[in-house]
């Protein structure tokens, strides 16, 4: 079995990029260093590592112990294959050599309650949210864990891109659906650390409060324009039309045309269709 020789090369993290200290702290370190990776070399992975990934995302905190989720692994090619396409054909898939779906799952509960006598009466939006946060905890941590022994990962959230067709590639009963899938492989090249927004636009003390918005997103305009990260990602302007103070793409400009036209409108009815209670 191939393995790497030699650990990769040490990456900057963010608490570096912003001057704080992580005391020394390897895990806030590993954390802090994530970069997604999207390009995989064909080394196939240790004995255990499927196992060792879902340990972790067991471990994840979950909402009343109720364990909404479940864990689709995909390694044949074909399937990989389809869902490369379904999800808007991006490499990654198709190189790394697991790809995991984590998916909400009420199935599973809705069992434990005719097993136990009870009729199932907890269908509701907040359920939904319950399940879905509860998978997303689940690949962070499964995410978290496959860095932490040497591989890199990317999340797909394309997968929900053409949903109906998910559910049927993956053989998904009622109840359960794909929220995001997760690459897993050695990186053939190593992510660069990208930096995020400034802490005072997201980080709120005490009460919500949007004073600093416009100093920092205008800060972080620009550096990541300066960093060239969208060359060659650029979003068609909305219409073709680009005003004057659009002209240096950064985040800002990047994220409002992403978000200028409704994206997956078909998910509502193919999950509503599928058992899930979005009221």
Request: hydrophobic letters at 40%.
């Amino acid at each position: 079995m191939t393995r790497p020789t030699a650990p990769p090369a040490r990456r900057r993290n963010r608490y570096e990029l912003l001057g704080l200290d992580p005391a020394a702290n390897p895990v806030l370190e590993a954390i802090a260093a994530h970069a997604s990776c999207r390009a995989y070399r064909p080394d196939p992975l240790p004995e255990g590592t499927v196992e060792r990934l879902a340990v972790a995302a067991q471990s994840a905190p979950t909402s009343s112990n109720l364990q909404a989720y479940s864990i689709v692994v995909v390694q044949d090619p074909a399937r990989k294959r389809r869902l490369y396409e379904l999800c808007g054909e991006q490499p990654m898939i198709l190189d790394a050599p697991l790809f995991l779906v984590f998916c909400p799952d009420l199935r599973r509960l809705e069992y434990v309650c005719r097993r136990q006598g009870h009729r199932f009466g907890a269908g509701s939006l907040d359920m939904f949210l319950v399940a879905t946060v509860d998978a997303a905890l689940a690949a962070q941590n499964a995410a978290l864990a496959a860095e932490a022994m040497g591989l890199g990962t990317c999340m797909v959230g394309a997968i929900r891109e053409r949903p109906r067709e998910v559910i049927d590639l993956l053989a998904l009963p009622p109840g359960v659906y794909a929220l995001v899938g997760l690459c897993v492989g050695y990186p053939a090249a190593r992510g660069e650390v990208k930096p995020r927004l400034p802490l005072s636009a997201v980080l709120h003390r005490e009460t919500y409060s949007d004073r600093h918005l416009d100093t920092a997103v205008a800060e972080y305009d620009r550096l990541m324009a300066a960093a060239g990260i969208y060359g060659g990602r650029q979003v068609p302007a909305p219409g073709g039309q680009v005003r004057p103070e659009q002209a240096s793409y950064g985040w800002a400009e990047h994220t409002a045309r992403r978000l200028a036209a409704a994206r997956r409108r078909e998910l509502r009815s193919v999950l509503e269709a599928h058992g899930w209670c979005l009221t």
